[in-house]
Every structure is written in C-alpha cells, then in structure tokens.
C-alpha cells in the first residue's frame, strides 16, 4: 500500500502540523516540485503528492533502470498478461454509503479551479462483452456525492455514450491511491478490447514476477492495491466542469460533462488519498511516459537504431521530445523527425541527436544543437498541423510543428565529435 511504498523513499518530506485541502497543499507539492511529499493531517486525513515525480524514483520501484523503462513499459503494452482474481483486498475492511465528497481531502489545486477535483483516479468499466477498461479522468466534485467528469472522445467516452442514448447509467468503479505500474497502464492509448488491467499486470510481472491481483467488486474487477474504491455511475445528465488546470499549467476551459452518482466508499485503514498536482512533475511522468514508447517504435520504422527517447520536463512532458539514433544514411534526422510527430500527434516539437548525446542532459542536447544544427539546413518545419488541445497557442487545433535535426552529417563526422580525456 502507499505507506509501504512511501517508507522506501529517502527523500520523503513529511509535513506533521494541520494542512487544508484548498491552496496549501498544492503550495508545498510546488516547494518540492520533486521529492515525494506525505501530509499526516489534511482535515484529519493522510495526502500524499508527488509520489512518482522522477524517473529514477519510478524504474527504481519496477526494478530498472532510467533508460530501460521504456523498454518495460513497451513490452508490457506489446504483451498484456491476465490478471489474477483474488477473494480478499484491504480496501474491503471499511465500507460506507454515508460519506460526503466534500468532506473528504479532495483538494482544490488552483484559485480558479470549479472546484475539490480528483486528479489521480482511474476509472474502471466493463462493456457488454466483457472487456474492461482503466483511465484517468479528472473530476469535479460538486456535492456530497457527484461529480462532473471529464470524458475525452476514447474508450470510456465510447461505453458511456452507448448507454447514454439509451437512457442508462454507466456502472463503474473509481480507485484512488494505487501503485506506479497500475498509473502508468492507465495512461496508455492502447486499441479497444485491449485491457489496461492485462497492461499492468505485464508490468507487475516484469518488474516483480507477479500477476496483478484483483477483485471482483459487482461483476467489475478492481486492483486490491486501492487505498479507495468508490462504487459509482456515470449518468447520461450533462453538468458544467472546469475551469481546472491542466498539465501545461494552464486554466483549460468550462465544458458540458457527464456527471457521476458516488454510492459507495471503501477504503484500507488508514487511508492515504493521492493528490496528483495538475501541471507538476508527477502529472508529467504518469501522462507522458507511456507516450514514450509509441515515438520509440513510431522512429524505429524509419531508423533501424534508437537509443532512447524524451519527452521533456520544459514541454509539460507531452509537447517537447529528444530522441537519439544511430544514422545510417544523410536524411535519417529529419525522417526521424516525421515519425517521431506520427507517434505522438500532441507532439510540436522534436529535437533528433546522435548516440553520444545523453538526452536526459539538457545542457548536452542544447549542445548538440549549438554545434550540430543549422536553421537553413536542419531545421524541419509542418505549418497548419492537428495538434494538442492542451497548448493555449494552438488555434482550432491547428499548430506549427518543427524539428531539429542536431545530428552529426555523416561524411564530416569527425569535425564534430568531442574532445575527450
């Protein structure tokens, strides 16, 4: 569970005296902006924040390495694995129907925010052919027990809309508070039929030589690694969500969202709710590592040698990538570049540097484009391109992309390299 997890970290920041839940805990989560922080009081409940806020903290976790992550997360949504069905989970010890959303430690991240949100729970669905489906949707509480839910046009959009022109509810589970490898399957764009439950028991499998373990809670199975589970339904009523900030760290606009019934709470004893700050280094990770893999094989199509690929800290983790070849040929950089947009469609912008160019530097890719790149040569530019509704500068959805190809030419490699002791 989160405490045990918590335990392992060294650089756990611990915040004894009393916290609210609206402002003050987003002010510490941005004071260490990447050292997991745990509140032992936030109107009587524990909070933890930036719990996956590094690589290094997250591939240590799953037994791997920075660079090989992934290639454990790839392999994972190559080959999902069943999951096991158990008979016991510590969430079952406490369980309600007389609780409030409002009095929970829901927070209120941003002064312009509509409201408490949950930011790190992953809803858990299941169609009537039996395929389950796990994703991350933003909530805004908006009394005791609904919320406004944000649906984006993917897999749980398509099973709500289903039962919503025929006048139903959609039943569903709402887990809070979960391991690394159950949030980062949750954020992957896989096709439909394609578990993200099968997902992160590859990864568990993987990194611990486990299947995940779940339970079936009303016909839907749900992780035993929950320290909340909320039995609820998306109803087909339409309510307003947002203003909320999102993870460019800003205000995305007020839509017209499906709203959720809460039912039912259970959760483990002493329970610690996840608050995942919208727009901090831990919404970065959990939402753009699982991209990563797809630029990966997106650029190996095209250049038979990638060494890595990242999307960056300063792009929000979603909008700015590096990726290292090997080039073969003259052309290889901005091909590289092509198939690193077709990859990840929010990306607008890709710098492509060679094998001796460590990408998790910035002041090495910098370099790299410093003494390797020339506008008139290098410089790839795609006008009018479909881009990310998460950059405020995009219009209608419409972008210019570009590349930079930093990467050494082939026939005058030597003037290039570095010096070396």
């Known amino acids: 569970m989160l405490r045990e997890i918590l335990s392992r970290f060294e650089d756990l920041v611990v915040i004894k005296e009393p916290v609210k839940k609206e ?10 902006p990447d050292r997991p922080v745990l509140f032992e009081d936030v109107e009587g409940w524990k909070v933890a924040g930036n719990i996956w806020s590094t690589r290094k903290r997250i591939a240590t976790y799953l037994n791997t390495t920075r660079e090989e992550l992934i290639h454990l997360i790839a392999e ?10 158990v008979k016991e989970a510590p969430f079952l010890k ?26 790190s729970a992953m809803v858990i669905a299941k169609d009537d052919n039996g395929f389950v489906n796990v994703s991350f949707h933003r909530m805004m509480v908006r009394d005791e027990k609904t919320a406004a839910i944000r649906l984006v ?14 006048g139903e509810d959609l039943d569903v589970r709402i887990v809070v508070g979960n391991p690394v490898h159950l949030l980062l399957a949750g954020s992957v764009s896989t096709a439909y039929g394609v578990s993200e439950l099968e997902i992160a028991s590859a990864m568990s499998e993987i990194a611990f030589g486990k299947p995940l373990e779940v339970i079936e809670l009303g016909g839907i199975p ?8 909320f039995e609820a339904r998306i109803t087909p009523e339409l309510v307003d969500e947002g203003p909320f900030v999102d993870i460019t760290g800003t205000y995305d606009i007020v839509r017209r969202q499906p709203l959720v019934v809460f039912e039912k709470m259970y959760h483990v004893d002493d329970p610690i709710f996840h608050a995942l700050l919208s727009g901090g280094y831990e919404h970065y990770m959990l939402m753009g590592l699982p991209k990563e893999p797809q630029i990966y094989a997106s650029v190996k199509r095209v250049v038979p040698k990638v060494h890595g690929v990242r999307l960056t800290e300063g792009g929000a983790m979603w909008l700015h990538a590096v990726v290292s070849i090997t080039k073969q040929h003259d052309g290889d950089g901005k091909n590289a570049i092509l198939a690193a947009f077709a990859g990840h469609p929010s990306l607008k912008r890709v710098i492509v540097v060679d094998e001796d160019i460590n990408i998790y530097d910035d002041r090495e890719v910098e370099w790299a484009v410093a003494t390797r790149f020339q506008p008139d040569r290098d410089l790839v530019i795609v006008p009018n391109a479909r881009g990310s509704s998460l950059d405020p500068s995009a219009e209608k959805g419409l972008t210019a992309k570009w590349g930079i190809d930093a990467t050494k030419p082939l026939g005058r490699k030597e003037e290039f390299e570095r010096a070396r002791v």
Not at 23 to 32: A, D, F, P, S, V
Not at 94 to 119: A, E, H, V, W
Not at 153 to 166: D, F, G, I, S, T
């Open 153 to 166: 046009p993917r897999h749980l959009y398509a099973m709500w809309k289903e039962k919503a022109e025929n």
């Open 222 to 229: 749900v992780p035993i690694e929950s320290e909340f589970v």
């Open 76 to 85: 994972a949504m190559e080959n999902p694995r069943q999951y096991k069905e």
């Open 23 to 32: 402002l003050e805990i987003t002010r510490y989560l941005l004071k260490y």
């Open 94 to 119: 406490n369980s309600t129907k007389d609780f409030s959303l409002k009095k929970l430690p829901i927070p209120k991240y941003y002064p312009r925010d509509g409201g408490q949100y949950f930011t």
